[in-house]
């Protein structure tokens, strides 16, 4: 986190939860994060050093194995129920105090649970089990409505510059989940959790399966993407992973570098 450039970072122990109960991850029930959230956002907020901020808050409350924090119910409609509560609670907190007049709140989760699918999930969401998570936004000139075009993660930052920056400059065009219909279409790729060597493809005409197996990386089913379309996707896949690699040992030479004192 540090070196992604937060200029405040405070976690479990922080003195506001001393004598707390704790549950997985060490962590404090949900509405003890929302009231410590809410207590530094005051900080944040005082006429003296008032400034555009972004903070970042993680629950876990919903995270697997579950188990809800008042109740000890491991019932997976319990937790997440209790989770929403918690969550509406913070929102109704942020309406109460004016926030969504000049903030914007959004709300993502970072993988789907890991737990075995299920044959109604399955037949929903199909090849998209595994790698759909669901977001909302709420705040000022959020427009309503359903997203249904395909959106990444990666997304979130291109969509928040597009609105706060003066200008913008990304290798993948214009990126905006809030206004689809302005956004470069593009394939949106995701790593499986369960089988590694599997990369999920949605792209806007379609989707796919990716085998990786170094020169054999190939697509192991397809639908609604054309043969170019597969060359073209596995030719970037590709050029990224080496770019990937490429990184990934600069960075090891520099961290055996400072290690050495060098």
């Given amino acids: 986190l540090e070196h992604l450039g937060f200029d405040h970072i405070e976690g479990h122990n922080h003195p506001a939860y001393d004598g707390l109960p704790r549950f997985h991850f060490a962590a404090v029930a949900d509405e003890h994060l929302y009231r ?152 949106v790729y995701h790593v499986r959790g369960d089988r590694r060597e599997a990369v999920n493809l949605f792209c806007p005409d379609g989707q796919g399966e990716i085998r990786l197996a170094g020169d054999r990386t190939r697509f192991e089913r397809a639908q609604g993407i054309s043969a170019p379309q597969q060359k073209q996707a596995l030719h970037w896949l590709n050029h990224y992973r080496m770019q990937r690699d490429n990184r990934h040992g600069r960075w090891l030479q520099r961290s055996a570098g400072a290690t050495s004192g060098r």
């Fill in 36 to 187: 410590r959230s809410l207590q530094h956002m005051t900080e944040l907020e005082q006429p003296a050093s008032r400034k555009p901020y972004a903070l970042v808050i993680e629950s876990v409350s919903s995270h697997h194995p579950y188990k809800h924090p008042h109740t000890g119910s491991t019932a997976q409609a319990d937790v997440f129920g209790y989770m929403d509560s918690a969550a509406a609670d913070f929102i109704e907190q942020l309406r109460q105090r004016g926030f969504f007049s000049h903030g914007r709140l959004l709300v993502v989760s970072d993988h789907r649970a890991m737990v075995p699918v299920q044959p109604a999930e399955q037949q929903a969401l199909g090849l998209a089990t595994l790698s759909r998570i669901p977001a909302f936004w709420l705040g000022r000139d959020i427009p309503r409505g359903r997203v249904s075009e395909p959106f990444h993660q990666a997304d979130v930052l291109p969509t928040l510059e597009h609105w706060i920056a003066s200008e913008q400059c990304n290798p993948h065009g214009l990126r905006d989940m809030l206004t689809p219909a302005v956004s470069t279409p593009r394939c």
